[in-house]
């Protein structure tokens, strides 16, 4: 039997999986799979992500409380995870008006709650149907029933001697010594060529092949005793939630493309030379003119 029971003892530094909160888990030390897409790039690129955190936007917000309603209900609720912005405001004048940003009540409300996630409710209840669909799914159930939820995972890099760090959805373990990882996306109401696009778009090779690494490290055990799955949540209703899961070949490649940006970001941080200038051409329909 493995153990990937997450310990809640932690000091920045130590290997292993760990019960962490977000924000703690954001000040470790270590490249996440999102630094290493950026350092396959730039390696440069890491050091800016790192001083200028992206800001969420309000789509990304809605798969940020859905994941919280779905992994830690305990800290899923108005006035919690999020507010509901009101539908109407009572004026100076005691008329009840739509609501309106530009109004200095409604200014008022918005600057009391600027710390908050703010929704209408719509939005709500888009976020709790999704989390009503990932749990009525029967693999979902039983992922969540037999899995450990938000697993932050620390190990050494042993080609670079670099700290890695990755943060796992959900971690469960198999009747045959092997393990699951799971990572919820949050996705509109999308086809399989869709997905592909998505997947190829935004890396999620390098994703899979970084978490897959971490288990393995952690563990002591094969990758092929890791297994990965992707599960999609539309924000769309019915919001038929899909599991997939990289076939071979792909797989390869985002471990190819994970040994690539590391090796990028250990060479620029050993020499201090942290970008290059690249050069380009443009198409042929511009060349041929």
């Given at each position: 039997m493995l153990n990937i029971?997450?310990?809640?003892?932690?000091?920045?530094?130590a290997i292993g999986f760990f019960d962490l909160d977000e924000k703690t888990y954001r000040r470790a030390s270590g490249l996440s799979q999102?630094?290493?897409?950026?350092?396959?790039?730039d390696p440069?690129?890491?050091?800016?992500?790192?001083?200028?955190?992206?800001?969420?936007?309000?789509?990304?917000?809605?798969?940020?409380l859905a994941h919280c309603l779905i992994l830690e209900p305990h800290l899923y609720g108005e006035g919690k995870s999020h507010v509901?912005?009101?539908?109407?405001?009572?004026?100076?004048?005691?008329?009840?008006?739509?609501?309106?940003?530009?109004?200095?009540?409604?200014?008022?409300?918005?600057?009391?709650?600027e710390d908050m996630l703010?929704?209408?409710?719509?939005?709500?209840?888009?976020?709790e149907n999704m989390a009503d669909a990932f749990k009525f799914h029967p693999l979902g159930k039983t992922l969540l029933d037999n899995g450990h939820t938000e697993v932050s995972c620390f190990w050494m890099d042993a080609e670079s001697g670099l700290m890695m760090?990755?943060?796992?959805?959900?971690?469960?373990?198999?009747?045959?010594?092997?393990?699951?990882?799971?990572?919820?996306k949050k996705v509109g109401q999308e086809s399989e060529h869709d997905f592909i696009r998505s997947c190829c778009d935004l890396e999620?090779?390098?994703?899979?092949?970084?978490?897959?690494?971490?288990a393995s490290q952690v563990l002591d055990i094969s990758l092929d005793k890791v297994r990965f799955i992707h599960a999609s949540i539309p924000d769309k209703a019915p919001h038929c939630v899909s599991f997939r899961q990289m076939l071979p070949t792909?797989?390869?490649?985002?471990?190819?493309?994970?040994?690539k940006a590391i090796t990028k970001y250990a060479e620029a941080k050993h020499t201090g030379v942290w970008t290059t200038i690249q050069g380009f051409d443009c198409p042929d329909y511009y060349l041929n003119r």
């Open positions: 029971q997450p310990a809640k003892d932690w000091t920045d530094g999102s630094l290493l897409k950026l350092a396959l790039h440069f690129h890491v050091l800016q992500a790192q001083r200028c955190p992206m800001v969420a936007t309000s789509a990304m917000e809605c798969g940020t509901c912005r009101p539908k109407t405001y009572t004026n100076g004048k005691g008329e009840v008006k739509p609501f309106n940003a530009n109004s200095t009540e409604c200014k008022a409300w918005l600057e009391a709650n703010i929704l209408s409710a719509k939005d709500q209840r888009t976020v760090k990755s943060r796992f959805d959900i971690l469960a373990e198999n009747d045959d010594d092997s393990i699951t990882i799971v990572d919820l999620y090779p390098i994703q899979n092949a970084v978490y897959r690494a971490g792909t797989m390869r490649k985002g471990e190819e493309l994970m040994r």
